[in-house]
């Protein structure tokens, strides 16, 4: 299913809460004075940031995925612009975000990150708003199909987001003996 390639991007446009703390990725990997990889370097968080391509395909394969009719599309069209949007405004903070990084203290580094935090639920308000309306338009079959889609989404989600912290755990964790 198409949508579900796009839904961590919807979880970014859609449910930026969520996944300001799942899409995480280090800024880079600085290394100690003895050349190796420091442990703290993903402290750095900064969240994904979809390409506007992206955001521009996860916008088609909704409306697709949602069955939005043609009286509908009034409500669709200002949903689907906040969500143009919140991207460029995210694209907008991460890269400001990256271009100060390597000179924040950390008290600096985490008020840059509660600042993009704030702008993402500000963002997130917006685009609920225009949702709400467009949902209340939504047949009882439509409403079911987007409950569904949301929840399922959430849950995938989840799981590639604890499938990265294990993977991520396995690279610096002793390897495991097996039981004997």
Do not use: C
Not at 36 to 51: F, G, I, Q, S, V
Not at 153 to 174: I, K
Request: charged letters at 25%; aromatic letters at 4%.
């Amino acid at each position: 299913m198409m949508f579900r390639r796009f839904l961590p991007a919807a979880a970014l446009l859609m449910l930026p809460a969520m996944a300001m703390a799942a899409d995480q990725q280090p800024v880079a990997a600085p290394q100690t004075e003895a050349g190796k990889p420091n442990p703290t370097a993903p402290l750095a968080h900064t969240p994904r940031d979809p390409a506007p391509e992206q955001v521009e395909a996860h916008i088609k394969a909704l409306h697709d995925e949602l069955g939005i009719t043609k009286k509908q599309e009034a409500l669709w069209a200002p949903f689907a612009q906040d969500m143009r949007d919140n991207g460029q405004r995210l694209h907008d903070a991460i890269e400001d975000r990256r271009s100060k990084l390597a000179t924040l203290n950390a008290v600096e580094n985490m008020q840059s990150y509660a600042e993009l935090v704030i702008e993402r639920a500000h963002d997130m308000q917006t685009l609920n708003t225009a949702f709400a309306s467009l949902y209340d338009s939504f047949s009882k079959k439509q409403r079911k199909h987007a409950d569904t889609l949301f929840r399922e989404g959430d849950s995938e989600h989840a799981a590639a987001q604890q499938a990265r912290a294990a993977e991520a755990q396995g690279s610096t964790a002793p390897a495991a003996t097996p039981a004997q």
